[in-house]
């Protein structure tokens, strides 16, 4: 099969580009909803386009294995409201370095659980990018908070994702782990406003209280860029899927980093969110880390799945 790295990059990087400037708008759906009410109704518009799709091109969105895909899907929803809370709250170049720490997650699990072997090089990786880790937390400078260690907790249900759609959904199709991911993500947002509705707690105003905020009345602002963030997620996951398909995803993965990248551009560009210098080596590192990962697997072809699972499945 040839591989065309050169158009698989502009695909991925694409992709990237859509999704970073999705993700920045979240802040401003956080000023006025909850993040419960932001992914029903999310998923209310991305589950036809989905069906829509599906049915274009003659597939079927029931999984294979059910268990499995609910399973995988709970982790990956887990791991995504994590990542769009923190979205409302801390800078997005932060936030995506943190979800980024997947692949070093996904190396010391398969290694600690599943006995596999890994190299010098990928050990390498594992401590460049914790290195990256305790430089963008600014360990040696300020108390660890909460807050600050839930974009790599994102990271690490992200990373428990990707290896369930390897090892436990390796014959389902993206629509259909999509389709999963999309309708848990659904779920959980009902809960969560059901539960807010019956036990209201005070929300602070803005995007303070996108966790805590329960059903509002939503406004043509939200409807709008709540499509927009569907609707770029389905598009850019598309463009990352098909640059997985024509080229190594060994490869492939590296300029997946370029969301870190065009997160931290699009913030500069609407918001005028500088990164502090210790925040971009931190960045810097972690991106670094998942790139040495990626290129020093020992089996090239076995990443195939869960690399492509991982962008198709999971970042939504």
Do not use: K
């Amino acid at each position: 099969m040839e591989n065309r790295v050169l158009a698989a990059a502009g695909l991925v990087c694409l992709g990237c580009l859509i999704i970073g400037f999705t993700d920045n708008y979240v802040r401003v759906i956080a000023a006025e909803a909850g993040i419960w009410q932001f992914h029903l109704i999310r998923s209310l518009m991305a589950l036809p386009i989905m069906a829509l799709v599906a049915r274009m091109m003659g597939q079927g969105l029931w999984p294979r294995r059910v268990r499995p895909v609910l399973l995988r899907s709970l982790f990956a929803a887990s791991s995504m409201f994590i990542y769009f809370g923190c979205l409302a709250l801390m800078p997005i170049g932060e936030v995506v370095a943190g979800l980024y720490t997947a692949p070093i997650f996904v190396l010391l699990i398969s290694a600690l659980v599943y006995g596999e072997r890994i190299g010098p090089w990928r050990i390498f990786g594992v401590i460049l990018g914790f290195a990256g880790i305790l430089i963008i937390l600014r360990v040696d400078q300020v108390a660890l908070s909460p807050l600050s260690l839930m974009p790599v907790l994102a990271g690490f249900l992200y990373a428990i994702g990707n290896i369930g759609t390897r090892r436990w959904c390796a014959g389902e199709g993206a629509l259909t782990l999509n389709a999963g991911f999309f309708l848990f993500m659904g779920i959980g947002g009902a809960i969560g406003a059901m539960v807010l509705g019956i036990l209201p707690v005070a929300a602070p105003d803005g995007p303070e209280g996108f966790v805590l905020r329960g059903w509002v009345m939503p406004s043509a602002t939200f409807f709008f860029w709540t499509f927009v963030q569907a609707v770029g997620s389905l598009v850019g996951v598309a463009l990352v899927i098909r640059g997985y398909q024509i080229a190594e995803a060994s490869y492939v993965a590296v300029f997946e980093n370029a969301l870190l990248v065009f997160a931290v551009f699009w913030a500069l560009v609407l918001w005028g969110e500088v990164p502090s210098l210790s925040a971009l080596i931190g960045m810097a590192a972690i991106a670094g880390a998942g790139t040495l990962i990626a290129l020093r697997r020992d089996r090239p072809g076995a990443a195939i799945s869960d690399q492509a699972a991982r962008a198709g499945a999971n970042r939504l």
